[in-house]
């Protein structure tokens, strides 16, 4: 009997597996097969397509992986081609040219790049120029009067070339770490149509620029990449059929050349740009995405999702210039009613997730009561782990200005408060970043790196708001007690500034020679103190001079610090 039971079972086993619907080879979508995904196949668009907003193509045969028969030919002499043109007009700078070999150099580790997977996909440049690239070049052309002319074959060449597709992946390598507002599969969706808006096409020109200021190989090409970039927002600008609502694309184009002109041209001109920039973020009501009379964007989660984090990326940088500068904040914390930022894993596969929590929820306010429940911060992202600490830094930012403004006598129970409230906050933070620096302490991530050093810059910032204040009774205790906190974040620069040398100068976050700068001044200034607050100054120092080959912010820091003699503008 048990025989015949099992044989029964078996036979139910059979059929069920024979039933049980399985996914037929060679049926799922393009974009599904490419991501490794099963495909719902769904029509006219499977679900991932639906997600990510683009075409659904169904391939009814699998070609052969690798570049075709001739293609590694052709683009070695599309870069001879692009070489050569380079050296008649700069003959002298023939011998540097040789680091655009990006094809064949394989063995230079720090700009190694994979671009096999998409040399199938390289448009032919031999070809005739397309209606809509000539519409793109003929944009450019009114603006020749302004500023100098550009050899504008060359620039459609590095359109359609291969050079755009490694600076495409040298972005989201070295930029988007830092500035992650782009989808990287709804960008590169777009971003090889012909017939993409201006707005769309400037994004992708900052994202050149920037990446090519991040990479030995392209800084010759960093120039003319940014003058192209400049004049093509100035165009938008000019240009009357764009009277009517901004597209995102033109904020964050904007936020990146702002960081270029910070990093590679000028400071002032920087913060014009950063401006502009916020003053769009406004336009458009950014800081009011989930608010209840918030704005009706167009497009599904991912799109949302990028406006979320342009605005908070906007955000982080008017407080950590504010700071430097010592301006008024542009965008308010107290307006703010657009969710913190999902986590970056959902936002680059295109899965929605369920709803980040508002700012208010995870910062309390200056009257409010802080959070105990310490391990529910630690899984947030490097990047909202930044925007914490930026809040934080506003604030004290905030206090820092009001001293300088306000009768120190009135409140002063209130600004006591408030003082220890940041500076409870800000060690709780520092605890926290430094929890998850040291798990992967022989690779640290660059953005908490850069995190815990504008950490330490607030501690001096809220110590330096109690030493104009009166030494009354009433100061006495919170004056001692920023005096040791500032001691404490001394000794934590030092070996935070250690931590940071371990970092390639590429890898680092941009504006990373405003906190140096800013604890520099600090610790020159209270030399006296103790011992203990002119140790970090090695490590400062050292952390600038390294930077200022790449930087040109590190370089007008250590100006203004009286360690470099030379006029950085000169």
């Not at 064949?104 to 032919?124: F, Q």
């Not at 800081?287 to 908070?312: K, M, P």
């Not at 008024?328 to 657009?338: A, D, G, M």
């Not at 953005?447 to 100061?475: G, I, K, R």
């Amino acid at each position: 009997m048990s025989s015949s039971s099992n044989q029964s079972a078996n036979a139910t086993n059979v059929n069920t597996a024979q039933r049980r619907p399985r996914q037929q080879p060679g049926s799922a979508c393009k974009e599904c097969r490419r991501r490794k995904l099963r495909c719902d196949r769904k029509e006219p668009k499977c679900d991932v397509c639906t997600n990510l907003d683009i075409p659904c193509v169904m391939r009814s045969y699998c070609p052969p992986r690798g570049p075709k028969k001739g293609e590694l030919k052709a683009l070695r002499s599309q870069i001879e081609a692009l070489e050569t043109r380079l050296n008649e007009k700069d003959p002298g700078a023939s011998t540097n040219h040789d680091m655009v070999q990006i094809a064949t150099n394989s063995d230079n580790e720090d700009e190694s790049v994979e671009v096999g997977n998409d040399l199938g996909n390289l448009p032919d440049s031999t070809n005739s120029m397309t209606p809509e690239v000539s519409n793109v070049i003929s944009w450019l052309q009114p603006m020749s009067d302004l500023i100098p002319p550009l050899n504008l074959e060359r620039v459609e060449d590095w359109y359609s070339g291969p050079a755009c597709y490694v600076s495409d992946q040298l972005y989201f390598d070295r930029v988007h770490a830092f500035f992650p507002m782009l989808q990287k599969f709804r960008y590169l969706s777009w971003s090889k149509q012909l017939d993409k808006t201006k707005q769309k096409v400037c994004l992708q020109y900052a994202m050149w620029t920037l990446a090519a200021s991040l990479s030995s190989q392209f800084q010759l090409l960093r120039t003319e990449l940014y003058r192209e970039t400049r004049q093509l927002l100035d165009a938008l600008e000019m240009d009357n059929d764009e009277s009517g609502p901004k597209c995102i694309e033109q904020v964050q184009a904007w936020i990146l050349l702002s960081i270029y002109e910070f990093m590679s041209h000028d400071y002032q001109r920087g913060l014009v740009s950063a401006g502009r920039a916020f003053r769009l973020v406004q336009l458009m009501r950014l800081y009011e995405i989930d608010g209840n009379h918030a704005t009706n964007l167009q497009g599904n989660w991912v799109d949302i999702e990028s406006c979320r984090r342009t605005f908070w990326v906007a955000y982080t940088m008017d407080r950590f210039m504010g700071v430097h500068d010592n301006l008024p904040l542009t965008l308010s914390e107290s307006t703010i009613r657009t969710r913190l930022p999902a986590p970056d894993s959902q936002f680059m596969s295109g899965r929605p997730t369920s709803m980040p929590k508002f700012l208010s929820e995870v910062v309390p306010g200056l009257n409010g009561r802080q959070s105990n429940d310490a391990q529910a911060d630690m899984d947030i992202s490097p990047f909202t782990e930044s925007i914490i600490i930026a809040t934080i830094c506003g604030r004290a930012l905030g206090m820092k200005q009001a001293t300088t403004v306000a009768d120190a006598d009135r409140d002063i129970e209130e600004h006591c408060q408030q003082h220890h409230l940041l500076n409870t906050l800000l060690a709780l933070h520092i605890k926290l970043l430094w929890m998850q620096i040291s798990s992967s302490f022989e690779h640290p991530d660059p953005m908490l790196v850069f995190a815990t050093l504008v950490a330490y810059m607030t501690t001096f910032m809220l110590s330096e708001s109690v030493e104009t204040l009166p030494a009354t009774d009433e100061w006495h205790a919170i004056i001692i007690e920023s005096k040791q906190r500032s001691l404490e974040a001394a000794r934590g620069l030092g070996i935070i500034t250690t931590v940071l040398t371990q970092l390639n100068h590429f890898q680092t976050h941009p504006l990373t020679p405003i906190p140096l700068f800013l604890s520099a001044k600090f610790c020159l200034a209270h030399a006296g103190l103790n011992n203990d607050s002119g140790a970090p100054m090695q490590g400062v120092t050292a952390a600038l001079w390294g930077l200022a080959s790449v930087n040109n912010l590190a370089e007008c820091c250590l100006w203004l610090l009286g360690l470099k003699m030379v006029n950085p503008g000169e």
